[in-house]
């Protein structure tokens, strides 16, 4: 049940998929991977939303060239704050009705499954394949959908997986290399397939619209080009 408190907070959106929507997003957890450029946005948005618990897994302390994209951590967590601790302050004392887990580490084969436990949604905010693929393969097996985010520059691409329903994210991708070193990025780039990608976890919740399933959307934002390839 929602509260009178959370009726008034949520107004806005239960106006778009009602209380039950509301109360689906209450009951979910949603896993964010990667708590920097991607996974600030989308934290904040699903906190914003009312989803009712969010773990938040990233290995990182905040870096000074993360604060142009990384909303959710400040000057004062530079070097000191793990990612997930530093966000989960700020998400608190934003949404005190919404429960904040965290996992400071890597993830891998012999934790994956501890880790992820009991999770409704992923979120992929990573910067790279090998973790992604560690998701991928997790997400297969249990059966959970996986929302995938990437970011260079001012190119940005989405995709939604859902084991049985879509191509999984190594047959989407089965042969990308890994770059090395630093790549380009603006923080406005991040902060748009961040909002695509926490509406993407809000419509698999809610039921309301349609997922980018079996779809890729590639935008960049320098032209604003924004254009959807079929997967099928």
């Known amino acids: 049940m929602l509260s009178e408190r959370e009726l008034e907070r949520y107004d806005r959106q239960i106006m778009i998929f009602g209380t039950e929507g509301q109360e689906k997003l209450k009951r979910a957890k949603v896993a964010v991977v990667g708590v920097g450029g991607l996974g600030s946005p989308v934290a904040y948005y699903l906190a914003a939303a009312g989803v009712g618990t969010l773990l938040l897994i990233d290995e990182q302390e905040p870096e000074l060239s993360n604060l142009n994209r990384q909303i959710l951590h400040w000057e004062e967590d530079v070097a000191r704050n793990p990612k997930p601790l530093s966000a989960k302050w700020k998400l608190e004392r934003f949404n005190s009705d919404i429960k904040i887990e965290t996992f400071v580490g890597r993830l891998s084969e012999d934790n994956v499954d501890e880790v992820l436990e009991g999770v409704d949604v992923i979120v992929d905010c990573l910067d790279n394949f090998e973790t992604r693929f560690l998701l991928d393969e997790y997400s297969q097996r249990k059966g ?45 780039t991040a902060g748009v397939i961040g909002s695509i990608q926490a509406m993407e976890v809000i419509k698999l919740l809610t039921g309301v619209g349609e997922p980018l399933l079996n779809r890729l959307l590639l935008v960049d934002l320098a032209y604003n080009n924004f254009d959807v390839v079929e997967l099928r």
């Open 144 to 188: 959970i959908p996986l929302v995938h985010g990437a970011v260079e520059g001012t190119f940005g691409q989405v995709t939604t997986i859902v084991p049985g329903k879509t191509k999984s994210l190594r047959e989407i991708f089965p042969s990308v290399k890994e770059k090395s070193g630093k790549f380009p990025i603006i923080g406005a």
